[in-house]
């Protein structure tokens, strides 16, 4: 008898990724996505020169800096941005804490943080883990292959709306 192995694929959630190129609208989507209740997740929001963001938790409402090209004590550099830990690690706490009672999960977005192994990574993988779920996670085009081998994707995507 052949040995059958588990895979998180085996995962029965819908997973939508919405894929453009930076200033394509993927956050736009997904601030207007009519998402079942109740829901959770973030969204991110910006300055008009794009110098400054924010992070917005969709299950409680609060938002919180998450990079600035200002220098930000106690922050990462990363690129021209300094970006603070502590806000992902409490956008991860609320988005793991808010999973098992929501039927929809959001992510914007999934990029070059989380394939280096922090930033949204952990809540991410645990949305993928997690039954029953609807998942939308915003991915920049030019970085869509790199996500999916990342993240072992290929085989778990229900739709990839190209925006």
């Given at each position: 008898?052949?040995?059958?192995?588990?895979?998180?694929?085996?995962?029965?959630?819908?997973?939508?990724?919405?894929?453009?190129?930076i200033g394509?609208?993927?956050?736009?989507?997904l601030s207007?996505?009519?998402?079942?209740?109740?829901?959770?997740?973030?969204?991110?929001?910006s300055?008009?020169?794009?110098?400054?963001?924010?992070?917005?938790?969709?299950?409680?409402?609060?938002?919180?800096?998450?990079?600035?090209?200002?220098?930000?004590?106690?922050?990462?550099?990363?690129?021209?941005?300094?970006v603070?830990?502590?806000?992902?690690?409490?956008?991860?706490?609320?988005?793991?804490?808010?999973?098992?009672?929501?039927?929809?999960?959001?992510?914007?977005?999934?990029?070059?943080?989380?394939?280096?192994?922090?930033?949204?990574?952990?809540?991410?993988?645990?949305?993928?883990?997690?039954?029953?779920?609807?998942?939308?996670?915003?991915?920049?085009?030019?970085?869509l292959?790199?996500?999916?081998?990342t993240?072992?994707?290929?085989?778990?995507?229900?739709?990839?709306?190209?925006?």
């Amino acid at each position: 008898m052949p040995l059958m192995s588990c895979r998180t694929s085996s995962v029965f959630n819908k997973l939508t990724l919405i894929v453009s190129p930076i200033g394509g609208g993927k956050t736009r989507y997904l601030s207007n996505l009519n998402l079942p209740s109740p829901h959770c997740g973030v969204v991110t929001s910006s300055n008009i020169e794009k110098t400054i963001y924010h992070i917005k938790d969709l299950a409680g409402g609060e938002e919180r800096l998450l990079l600035s090209e200002a220098y930000l004590p106690n922050a990462r550099r990363f690129g021209r941005f300094f970006v603070l830990e502590e806000t992902f690690d409490w956008a991860n706490e609320r988005i793991i804490s808010n999973l098992e009672a929501s039927k929809a999960v959001v992510f914007d977005e999934i990029g070059r943080i989380e394939i280096e192994g922090w930033g949204l990574k952990s809540s991410f993988l645990k949305a993928l883990r997690t039954p029953a779920i609807e998942i939308y996670a915003a991915v920049r085009d030019t970085l869509l292959d790199q996500v999916l081998k990342t993240f072992d994707l290929e085989e778990r995507i229900a739709r990839i709306m190209h925006l």
